[in-house]
């Protein structure tokens, strides 16, 4: 009853039921690409695609959950030309579980960087952050299929091991 009483509390809560569902969504979609990939059935549908509107579109997504954690996103993208030979639904997973990757493993005051460059016929995406980093041996295995690195004290982590096993096949 005080929730429902209260227009702030309310759409507070139903920001996180959001993301939550948001999340969950996420997991179950992860699992299901990767068995795709394991069965070698993933079939990207290539079609010109603005990068820097997807990548900006990703980032409002995590809109509430950047702000929560009061991080500093620096988005920094080549002005022009950023059409690419890309599946939409795939390449938009890719970034967010870039970004996704980045938040949960970051200290506090996260600093996340994101830059589109252009060099010719190419277009590079860098994503960058300051997180916890990575040990070499996390370093050397970090792209096999439920590989999870060792948090330390960070209990709050979520997720299977199948993120960057995904990224890197799409990529």
Do not use: C, W
């Not at 939409?88 to 493993?105: P, R």
């Not at 200290?107 to 960087?113: I, S």
């Amino acid at each position: 009853e005080k929730v429902v009483q209260d227009r702030e509390k309310s759409n507070y809560f139903s920001g996180i039921i959001k993301e939550e569902n948001r999340r969950m969504n996420k997991q179950v979609e992860t699992i299901l690409q990767a068995a795709l990939i394991d069965r070698q059935q993933l079939q990207l549908k290539l079609q010109p695609l603005h990068i820097n509107e997807v990548i900006r579109r990703v980032m409002d997504n995590f809109k509430l959950q950047i702000d929560g954690i009061q991080a500093q996103v620096i988005l920094q993208l080549a002005e022009g030309y950023d059409l690419a030979e890309a599946d939409e639904v795939h390449f938009t997973n890719l970034i967010s579980n870039l970004v996704d990757n980045a938040i949960k493993y970051s200290r506090d005051k996260l600093v996340l960087r994101i830059q589109t460059i252009r060099s010719g016929k190419n277009m590079t995406v860098r994503i960058e952050d300051n997180g916890i980093g990575m040990s070499k041996e996390t370093q050397r295995r970090i792209f096999e299929k439920f590989y999870r690195a060792h948090t330390g004290n960070l209990h709050n982590v979520k997720g299977f091991g199948l993120g960057l096993s995904y990224v890197k096949s799409v990529v």
